[in-house]
């Protein structure tokens, strides 16, 4: 007879981290459903959202009109959320708080680009930024798990494009990626 399972009692950061761990999984599977993505729709959206959310805030936004990618809109409406989430929760503590959104091209790249004037982080430690659970930021300054761009990484990844992120302490950060174009 097999043992009863017993389900011990659980502290909320357990159940965040088994949330966490839910969403990075989720992340990486799945088919692919891919159409075209309005990326300025879903910036725009989500940044009045968040200014709905928290009135008291000002917050200087800009979105660049146009910018479409062809990719799964469930899984980059998630990717536009964390990076528009974490440029919003860093300028939390900067006087005029700015974030922009905009397409750039290097290396014959189109690269949709989410910068801030927030915390920013040391370069130094950017190898840390896309691995779950790893925080660059105290807790206490800024809440989170540390799974937003750990899932960002990997929707980009899926879909064949790459992620980057650059950053000055005290002077905000520029989070990038890039998807192969539409075939």
Request: charged share 25%; hydrophobic share 40%.
């Amino acid at each position: 007879m097999p043992f009863p399972r017993k389900r011990w009692p659980t502290t909320k950061g357990e159940e965040d981290v088994n949330e966490g761990l839910l969403k990075v999984s989720r992340s990486t599977r799945g088919e692919l459903q891919r159409a075209e993505v309005d990326i300025s729709a879903l910036a725009a959206n989500g940044l009045a959202q968040l200014q709905r959310l928290e009135p008291q805030r000002r917050v200087r936004w800009q979105v660049e009109p146009g910018i479409m990618v062809h990719a799964d809109p469930a899984m980059l409406d998630a990717v536009m959320q964390n990076l528009i989430g974490n440029a919003w929760k860093y300028t939390a503590m900067t006087a005029d708080a700015q974030i922009r959104v905009y397409l750039e091209t290097r290396d014959g790249q189109r690269w949709i680009c989410v910068a801030d004037n927030g915390a920013g982080f040391d370069m130094r430690h950017a190898h840390r930024l896309f691995k779950p659970f790893q925080r660059l930021h105290r807790q206490d300054e800024f809440p989170g798990l540390g799974i937003g761009l750990a899932t960002v990484q990997r929707v980009v990844q899926r879909h064949g494009g790459e992620v980057d992120a650059r950053g000055d302490p005290g002077r905000g950060a520029t989070l990038r990626f890039t998807l192969p174009a539409a075939r």
